[in-house]
């Protein structure tokens, strides 16, 4: 393979280097990668399926037929927009010209190219198994497997739960691949060998029947892929596929740069001297990065939706999709990081033997490398350790204080939070809980469920209206009762009224609500008998709707207004009284005191309550509808706690009741960070 | 300082206001009172609203008196005590480092306190816990277990914000540590805040009953808190069959259900009175220069 | 800026197509269609029994099996801390059956483990998930004991109940094979607890006063018209009934849970001669809201509540609240429908009090008027279950306690316990025991307790207090029978006398009217109901707001409101509980109407 090179993708074409930043040079270029990048691989696989998962086309391989031709005319387009650009080089802000044959460098890229093409869809292909197309019957066994098992055996169930771990073990070579682009090149290529052949072995069983599977091919077609006979051949071979693709994109990297050639003031120079280690390292982080971002799970969803089956992967892809994404997000920032580092401190580079004009910067791959990254290392940590060792020796006291309180949160809230889980599994307390197995539809089966009774979604409306009606009339009722108990003159009053106001608070809910049936009742209730013998036909608070919700808020200011003043009151007496003299002094009247000293004082306060009652409002306390609830009423008294209470505790539902607790928690969680980040805009402390 | 006529009528306008709110929050706990002391045919009839009807006084004969229930309260105003002053110190000791905003790692302890307000997990593993550490049927399981509310530090963090910086440097100029100023600075300014916490915390142990029911097996009836034996008294004497949904056992019950609520809350209603004092204003007075 | 075009066009495509995707018709999943499979004919197979020479763990003694070397068991006791009591987990009876055990089975009872009575469905999951439930559980609640079993956190009990079937006979007869096979998958043939037995199957009776009858010159109601002829008079001579009460006559009391208290009206409603599958189809909610002509029923408690015949805030009366139960001891319901003993119950029952506020010919007498299309007053009567008996995963002696249940289900052992001693307990007279409380309490002269300075009501003498009897007919200790033992022997007689302060006429009435023409409880187990799993508490509320707001639409347009409420409910997932109790009759019993009588 003499002028062995290939699609020079992931080169920084027009790194235009000496005084103008890298960072402006090299963004609009990787843009265009990414498209580019997206073109090839991503293009015909989307319409693969699209076409045999919407469309139903009946023939497997047409589909198939057809993906191909795209991703031909998708990888020959990218290719020639790459071509396009070769003469486009600048540096120094000189451009330079490319003196490679052009013609043969875009026949060659296509090459390589299709040949990626080919295993790309070997790999879709293995994976894309007729039998799981066909949902097999599984027979009735105990209750939970029946309904576990007839998910499995749909497309997505075959290649999600049977494809999937094969795929992890092949998916070493993928992460090593990424890791050794951050080792320098000498010891990346043994490394990789190593770690392939050890792949290898578990991927080619002895029992192999290669030939008959080629005759089974030959006989009928692409069908044989899916004999199950020849199951483990064809995942083999699709390994196999997997491991060429690699290998291809891995070791072809290696030897690219020598068929490109420029000529910079009479020094010929190949693409292999003009990459920037530090550019080269933190844009392939970033490719890989936006490879894994984009490509895999979008990938994966596809396939979901081909499947038609249910759109939300289960908690175990997730995981699968969120380890990918965390491993490959942790290498391409580090390698961002070493990126950003070397660009900063070139200057401490000692000129290597090839001197070349802009000697400031390019120097060959191995001088730089190596020299660069010894003696960054050692900087960077003399630097931290003297700064890390005073900090402490003024704050250990405070990690002190810290501990006690984290090991009780550690022992008394995370490690019972574990049980939490049970929300995705099938309902067993008995087993220890990470041994029962998940729930239908993924983990998402009780939700799911909750969500398709009409039940769940009323209690829902219902929460947020009622929640809602607190906020607005109950928030600032106890802030409105501080004021005026701080604006009462008479002392001796004023701590009296402070003591009645907070009474009713100790009442529980079931007392109000006896006595509320009293006063309210509709035919012998006292408020109605008064009414009466007034001429107005009476209210009727436990018949009709819009009357009952009146009557649920304002028993909740009555009961916990007197309860709040108490935590303004003691915000009230933080402010400083002369504030309230120098007012006086200029002439402010009664209501300027309050609005500009006591509000303003308060607003902290304020805020912070506000920003925890934001974050409650999907939450709902069980108490005060349950005791107010009635038959006549229960469209608009039933909230979620009480939907929880119905059908988790008492039907013995215990993966409801967590399963619907974790729904409220993320919806207040979100409604928490977005009140706390509009606290913030406002320029107060906010509660995170 | 001399007043003008206005702010004068003003100010009996506010009284009065005030006074209807006092008359709207304490008719309903009157009502309450009359019927714990009238008898329980004037309450079949249903006759009873603001004034007690055939006054009689043995529902609370029956609470009062038996050994039983006044070792309760004793026992649940001594477990008050003990989970008040263990939950202001953790309350403190969690609050007061995270006001410290150069601390590394702030965010993430802030983070870590506040997530476990919403991701609790119910009754279940609790119990699991509490057997391996050993709390379980012993008494400290009703203090220790639920010690920490971090709403609560939340509202003590944001009042300690409110403390000015300079006192803090000037401290540390001094060559103060970080606890030293707690206790000398932070500590006696945050009085109207503790006086608060600690109420929330009494009245929160005081009024609790539920924790002893799952985590005390009734061989150990001793400790359990007086809402707890009453929940009890009022649950067999209202002993509903499954099936029998509207009977319940004749009349007493109600005495008896308006008796123990007032028994349960004219405790913790005094405990009010004497932490107002702690509500002095101008505690920073003059302290801060400028 | 032409490729930049390009790349947004594709880009563009990429995502409709993506989207595309998302907006497919999600397949509604087609109702389960009535499979008709052949009828499964064979009960599932049964462990043989194994023979008495080889099975060397027990020796026969003088008639009874005794185990070699003594044995070690645990069992729950349901703790009702009522006023005077003795602690649950130790008391005369609780040493009775521990040395009885002994004696006979060898068999030690190390520990009685209490449990409260209305905490037991919080407790017995914490203790089943912690492993530290005792040896032999009982459960009131039925749906929490079917997701137990379901879970696995319970023994399976079909090889021990046939190993030994001819060495556990009391518990045979007792039991009887419709109680054992009673929780029995009819396909696993796994048996996952028992089903104690209910001694009286009385279940509802209508009550009426007698002396309100007497006033007007009414003979006892014979039709619904005739019930509804004596609510109207109730109505119009209220002022000569009460007096200056007038104003507050309830002619017929009600509360919430209308399914119950108007049961017997609802199901004579029903056409004559409803078909097993019917009663097992439309079984799903217990109080036989499904049942063919509800409707017409309802019609009639909306006409009698706009003839203001029907407590007007029925509806708010929810959970314990007991307004109705004041009411009805103030003299001021007429009429009332519940359990078939209600008014007698306890010491201070409501017949007791009525007495006290009215006088003493005050009293509620049982009644059945409530005839249905073919003229006889057809009623739903109690089934024979009751409690549920099972062995938690973590009993290690399974064996001891399968025979601890055949000790307690001994007749001789339920007689002493429900009888208790002669003389403090209960007395002979001519044959027949008349109960008294064990231990009276102590009376001043005008019949008021004496209370002792620790507010308890003083033992008239200090020997009786160990023998006090904690639970009705001490149902908390014979788990394994609710109600006196009626197959022989001084028990059998003791019902009608065992309520004291109402005498044994109007016990015998109500007995009569209960289980006259009545069709018992539907208990047929065809293999668990999935989609009724943790769905009680929810019927019981969709039909209380189904009869609610029914009831109190005002007649034009009655029907619409009917149907409304009607269709939610069955939105609520009655349906889909109706289909699948559907298709698993087909599955058994084809399309007969009535079960194979082998």
């Given at each position: 393979m003499e002028n062995f090179i290939t699609k020079p993708d992931n080169i920084p074409w027009s790194a235009r280097m000496g005084n103008s930043r890298l960072e402006e040079a090299f963004l609009p270029q990787w843009r265009k990668r990414m498209l580019c990048f997206l073109l090839f691989p991503f293009i015909p696989v989307a319409v693969f399926f699209i076409l045999v998962?919407?469309?139903?086309?009946?023939i497997l391989f047409i589909a198939f037929i057809i993906a191909l031709v795209l991703g031909i005319f998708g990888s020959t387009l990218s290719v020639y927009l790459r071509i396009t650009e070769l003469d486009r080089i600048s540096v120094n802000g000189e451009l330079i010209s490319y003196t490679g044959d052009k013609r043969e460098t875009f026949l060659y890229c296509l090459k390589t190219r299709l040949l990626n093409l080919v295993t790309l869809g070997i790999y879709w292909l293995g994976g894309f198994?007729?039998?799981?197309?066909?949902k097999a019957r599984y027979s009735r066994t105990t209750r939970t497997d029946e309904v576990s098992n007839q998910k499995r055996s749909g497309f997505t169930g075959k290649i999600l739960h049977i494809i999937f771990p094969k795929l992890l073990v092949t998916s070493v070579p993928i992460i090593l691949m990424i890791g050794t682009h951050?080792?320098?090149?000498r010891e990346r290529s043994e490394l990789f060998w190593t770690e392939l052949a050890r792949a290898g072995t578990r991927l080619f069983?002895?029992?192999?029947?290669l030939w008959g599977l080629t005759k089974a091919l030959a006989r009928?077609?692409?069908?044989?892929?899916?004999?199950q006979h020849y199951y483990n051949e064809v995942t083999t071979l699709l390994m196999t596929g997997i491991l060429v693709f690699v290998a291809c994109s891995l070791l072809i990297p290696l030897y690219r740069y020598k068929m490109l050639k420029w000529e910079i003031d009479g020094t010929a120079i190949d693409g292999y001297q003009l990459r920037f280690t530090a550019a080269y390292n933190k844009y392939l982080g970033n490719v890989y990065l936006g490879l894994v971002m984009i490509y895999v799970p979008v990938v994966l969803i596809i396939t979901l939706m081909v499947n038609k089956a249910k759109i939300i992967p289960s908690v175990y892809h997730l995981l699968i999709i969120a380890l990918y994404i965390l491993l490959l997000a942790i290498f391409g920032f580090v390698s961002y990081l070493a990126a950003k580092f070397r660009i900063q401190n070139t200057e401490i580079l000692a000129p290597t033997?090839?001197?070349?004009?802009?000697?400031?910067y390019m120097v060959t791959e191995e001088a730089l490398n190596l020299s660069l990254v010894e003696s960054e290392r050692e900087v960077f940590c003399e630097a931290q350790r003297r700064k890390f060792a005073n900090y402490m020796r003024r704050h250990w006291t405070l990690y002190l204080l810290l501990v006690l309180p984290v090991i009780y949160l550690i022992v008394f809230r995370y490690v019972p939070m574990l049980f939490i889980q049970i929300g995705f599994?099938?309902?067993?307390?008995?087993?220890?809980i990470s041994d029962v197995s998940w729930a239908r539809e993924y983990g998402f089966g009780w939700l799911l469920d909750a969500f398709k009774t009409r039940d769940f979604r009323l209690a829902l409306r219902n929460t947020l209206m009622l929640n809602g009606l607190d906020l607005v009339l109950g928030f600032p009722a106890p802030i409105i009762l501080a004021i005026l108990l701080n604006e009462l003159a008479f002392k001796k009053y004023k701590r009296v009224a402070q003591t009645v106001y907070y009474m009713?608070?100790?009442?529980s809910w079931v007392i109000i609500s006896s006595l509320a049936i009293q006063l309210?009742?509709?035919?012998?209730?006292l408020i109605n008998q008064w009414l009466n013998n007034m001429g107005s036909s009476g209210i009727r608070p436990f018949e009709q709707n819009g009357q009952w919700v009146a009557m649920y808020v304002l028993l909740g200011i009555w009961q916990s207004a007197g309860w709040g003043t108490i935590i303004y009151l003691a915000a009230i007496a933080g402010i400083n009284p002369e504030y309230y003299e120098a007012a006086s002094i200029d002439g402010a009247s009664r209501w300027q005191k309050i609005w500009h000293i006591t509000l303003t004082g308060l607003r902290p306060t304020i805020i912070i309550l506000l920003i925890m009652r934001l974050g409650s409002i999907v939450g709902s306390d069980f108490e005060r509808p349950f005791a107010l609830r009635?038959?006549?009423i229960t469209e608009v008294s039933d909230v979620l706690s009480i939907f929880i209470y119905q059908r988790g505790i008492r039907g013995m539902q215990f993966p409801l009741t967590a399963a619907v607790g974790i729904f409220q928690s993320v919806i207040c969680l979100i409604f928490l960070f977005t009140a706390n980040s509009l606290a913030k805009k406002v320029g107060e402390r906010g509660v995170l | 300082m001399i007043k003008s006529k206005k702010t004068k009528a003003a100010d009996y306008f506010i009284a009065f206001v005030c006074f209807l709110l006092i008359l709207v929050c304490i008719i309903p706990l009157f009502s309450v009172f009359a019927r714990s002391l009238s008898s329980p045919s004037a309450l079949m009839r249903k006759e009873v609203f603001l004034w007690p009807v055939g006054f009689n006084l043995d529902a609370y004969v029956r609470v009062l008196s038996s050994n039983k229930y006044t070792w309760s309260l004793i026992w649940t105003a001594m477990l008050t005590v003990m989970g008040v002053i263990l939950s202001l110190f953790m309350t403190i000791i969690l609050a007061y480092p995270l006001?410290?905003?150069?601390?590394?790692g702030r965010k993430f302890f802030n983070a870590f306190a506040i997530f476990t307000m919403y991701f609790g997990a119910g009754t279940i593993p609790m119990y699991l816990l509490l057997k391996q550490v050993g709390l379980?049927?012993?008494?400290?399981v009703l203090v220790i277990?639920?010690?920490?509310s971090v709403f609560n530090m939340i509202i003590m963090r944001s009042f300690m914000y409110s403390i000015p910086e300079s006192l803090k440097e000037s401290a540390e100029i001094d060559g103060a540590g970080p606890i030293r100023i707690l206790i000398s600075i932070y500590l006696p300014l945050c009085k109207p805040v503790l006086a608060t916490l600690s109420l929330f915390y009494a009245v929160g142990r005081w009024n609790g009953f539920s924790d002893a029911l799952y985590f005390?097996?009734?061989?150990?009836?001793?400790?359990?808190?007086i809402q707890l034996l009453l929940y009890q008294l009022i649950q067999n004497v209202t002993s509903v069959d499954p099936s029998q949904e509207?009977?319940?056992?004749?009349?007493i019950s109600e005495t008896l259900q308006m008796a123990s609520v007032m028994i349960a809350t004219i405790p913790i209603l005094m405990v009010y009175p004497f932490l107002q004092r702690y509500f002095v204003t101008g505690a920073t007075l003059g302290a801060e220069k400028g | 800026m032409k490729k930049k075009l390009l790349a947004l066009l594709l880009a563009g495509m990429m995502i409709t197509t993506m989207l595309a995707g998302c907006v497919s018709d999600d397949d509604v999943p087609e109702t389960p269609a009535v499979t008709e499979t052949a009828p499964v004919a064979e009960p599932p197979e049964v462990a043989e029994e194994i023979a008495d020479?080889?099975?060397?763990e027990m020796e026969l003694v003088d008639g009874n099996w005794r185990f070699k070397e003594t044995r070690q068991i645990t069992a729950l006791i349901y703790e009702?801390?009522?006023?005077?009591?003795?602690p649950a987990h130790d008391n005369y009876y609780t040493d009775f059956i521990k040395s009885e055990l002994l004696r006979i089975?060898?068999?030690?009872?190390?520990e009685y483990v209490p449990v409260g009575r209305w905490e037991e469905s919080d407790t017995i999951p914490l203790w089943l998930a912690s492993g530290d439930a005792p040896d032999v559980c009982v459960t009131y609640n039925h749906a929490a004991i079917q997701e137990y079993a379901a879970m696995g956190?319970?023994?399976?009990?079909t090889d021990l109940v046939h190993e030994h079937r001819s060495r556990l006979t009391h518990m045979w007869d007792l039991f009887t094979e419709h109680n054992i096979y009673g929780?029995?998958?009819?396909?696993?043939?796994?048996?996952y607890y028992l089903e104690t037995t209910l001694a009286n199957s009385a279940r509802i009776n209508t009550f009426v006063r007698e002396d309100w009858l007497a006033a007007l010159g009414?003979?006892?109601?014979?039709?619904t018209q005739e019930f509804e002829d004596m609510l109207i008079a109730f109505r119009d001579n209220a002022d000569l009934l009460l007096?200056?009460?007038?104003?507050?006559?309830?002619?017929f009391g009600l509360a919430s849970d209308v399914g119950w208290q108007t049961n017997n009206l609802l199901v004579s409603f029903?056409?004559?001669?409803?078909?097993e599958r019917e009663r097992y189809v439309l079984?799903?909610?217990?109080?036989?809201?499904?049942?063919?002509g509800t409707k017409e029923a309802v019609r009639v408690l909306n006409r009698w509540f706009n003839e203001s015949?029907?407590?007007?805030?029925?509806?708010?009366?929810?959970?314990?609240?007991d307004t109705l139960t004041n009411l009805v001891n103030a003299g001021f319901v007429g009429s009332f429908m519940s359990n078939w003993d209600i008014p007698y119950?306890?010491?201070?029952?409501n017949q007791v009090l009525v007495k006290q506020e009215v006088?003493?010919?005050a009293a509620f007498i049982a009644v059945d008027p409530f005839q249905n299309d073919a003229g006889n007053t057809f009623k739903v009567r109690g089934g024979a279950f009751d409690r549920k008996i099972f062995f938690p995963?973590?009993?290690?002696?399974p064996l001891a306690s399968i025979f601890f249940i055949d000790f307690m289900s001994r007749p001789e052992i339920i007689q002493h316990l429900q009888l208790g001693i002669e003389g403090i307990n209960h007395d002979i007279v001519d044959g027949v025991p008349i109960f008294k409380a064990a231990v009276g309490s102590l009376k001043d002269d005008e019949g008021e307790d004496v209370l002792d300075d620790d507010g308890k009501r003083i033992p008239?003498?200090?020997?009786?207090?160990?023998?006090?009897?904690?639970s009705p007919n001490n149902i908390d200790m014979t788990?394994?029978?609710?109600?006196?033992?009626?197959?022989?022997?001084l028990t059998a007689l003791a019902l009608p006398n065992s309520?004291?302060?109402?005498?044994?006429r109007y016990i015998e009435k109500a007995l009569e009217y209960a289980n006259k023409n009545s069709v018992p409880n539907m208990?047929?187990?065809?293999?668990?109901?999935?989609?009724?799993?943790?769905m009680a508490e929810v019927i019981q509320d969709k039909r209380d707001s189904l009869f609610a707001n029914a009831i109190r639409?005002?007649?034009?347009?009655f029907d619409a409101v009917y149907d409304q409420y009607w269709q939610e409910y069955l939105d609520s997932g009655m349906q889909a509980i109706i289909d699948e109790r559907a298709e698993r009759w087909a599955q058994y019993f084809g399309t007969a109407d009535f079960r194979p009588t082998d």
């Open positions: 998962g919407i469309f139903k086309v009946p198994d007729a039998r799981a197309m066909n951050l080792i320098p090149i069983p002895p029992n192999m029947d009928n077609g692409v069908s044989a892929f899916s004999n033997s090839r001197q070349i004009p802009w000697e400031s599994k099938q309902n067993n307390i008995v087993v220890p009713p608070n100790f009442l309210f009742n509709g035919t012998d209730g009635n038959p006549l | 006001t410290y905003d150069n601390l590394k379980l049927n012993r008494w400290p277990p639920f010690c920490l005390l097996s009734p061989a150990q009836e001793r400790y359990y808190p509207a009977f319940t056992q004749p009349g | 020479e080889d099975f060397d009702r801390n009522n006023d005077i009591r003795t089975h060898n068999i030690e009872l190390t956190a319970v023994h399976d009990l929780a029995r998958n009819p396909e696993t043939g796994a048996i009414l003979a006892e109601p014979k039709t007096g200056n009460n007038a104003a507050r006559m309830v002619p029903t056409p004559d001669g409803i078909t079984g799903g909610d217990e109080r036989q809201t499904m049942w063919p015949l029907i407590y007007p805030e029925f509806a708010l009366i929810t959970g314990s609240d119950r306890g010491e201070n029952s006088g003493p010919e995963a973590t009993n290690t002696e008239a003498d200090e020997t009786n207090l160990p023998y006090i009897i904690n788990i394994t029978i609710n109600g006196f033992y009626r197959g022989g022997g309520f004291p302060g109402t005498d044994a208990e047929l187990n065809l293999g668990e109901i999935f989609s009724q799993s943790g639409a005002n007649p034009a347009d």
